[in-house]
Antibody
Framework: EVQVVESGGGLVKPGGSLRLSCAAS????????MNWVRQAPGKGLEWVSS????????SYADSVKGRFTISRDNAENSLYLQMNSLRAEDTAVYYC??????????WGQGTLVTVSS | QSALTQPASVSGSPGQSITVSCTGT?????????VSWYQQHPGKAPKLLIY???NRPSGISNRFSGSKSGNAASLTISGLQAEDEAAYYC??????????FGGGTKLTVL
């Protein structure tokens, strides 16, 4: 059974930092491009970042470039998102999603990040 | 990168067919066959329905189908059922190696 579990969300002040983690099982993690997708309260989905199987290719949405860093550990079947210089508009549920190609096959249930003073 | 354009809402009666449109540009939908569609029920994670324009993952009903023409893609749901009431999102790969979602379409089953 595929399981994708995000953790690390919470309340942080503007300008602060947070590190999200994603633990995956039930599929060959090292063969999948991994992604972070977020959803602000009551809003639609927004792609945040992707990292290929060997971490060779990494991409970011313009809205987070220079502030967020994606990484992965294939030995631990884990994905990470280091978020710095957080803003109120970064408030969202953050989903970890794995995809064989340029789509998202497996999703976690998400972790809520709230940026507020 | 601007979001793909979807209608905010569509509706249909049980048994009918509906189509959700998704309009992009030559930088995304028009250049790649990497259009995917997702279904999201309230409070739940999104679920993959269609990938690479028209392919269904294992376990997805053949009532769901996808297509593409030029810079636009569409999702058709036939034989509407009450449980199809949800939000639907399209997504495309782009020429900047990023991904872009549509704004989402709320489907109401009357």
């Amino acid at each position: 059974e595929v399981q994708v579990v995000e953790s690390g969300g919470g309340l942080v002040k503007p300008g602060g930092s947070l590190r999200l983690s994603c633990a995956a099982s039930g599929f060959t993690f090292s063969s999948y491009t991994m992604n972070w997708v977020r959803q602000a309260p009551g809003k639609g989905l927004e792609w945040v970042s992707s990292i290929t199987t060997t971490s060779r290719y990494i991409s970011y949405a313009d809205s987070v470039k220079g502030r967020f860093t994606i990484s992965r550990d294939n030995a631990e079947n884990s994905l990470y998102l280091q978020m710095n210089s957080l803003r109120a508009e970064d408030t969202a549920v953050y989903y970890c999603a794995g995809g064989w190609s340029n789509h998202f096959d497996y999703w976690g249930q998400g972790t809520l990040v709230t940026v507020s003073s | 990168q601007s979001a793909l354009t979807q209608p905010a809402s569509v509706s249909g009666s049980p048994g009918q067919s509906i189509t959700v449109s998704c309009t992009g540009t030559s930088s995304d939908i028009g250049s790649y066959n990497y259009v995917s569609w997702y279904q999201q029920h309230p409070g739940k994670a999104p679920k993959l329905l269609i990938y690479d324009v028209s392919n269904r993952p294992s376990g997805i009903s053949n009532r769901f189908s996808g297509s593409k023409s030029g810079n636009a893609a569409s999702l058709t749901i036939s034989g509407l059922q009450a449980e199809d009431e949800a939000a639907y999102y399209c997504c495309s790969y782009t020429n900047r190696s990023t991904r872009v979602f549509g704004g989402g379409t709320k489907l109401t089953v009357l």
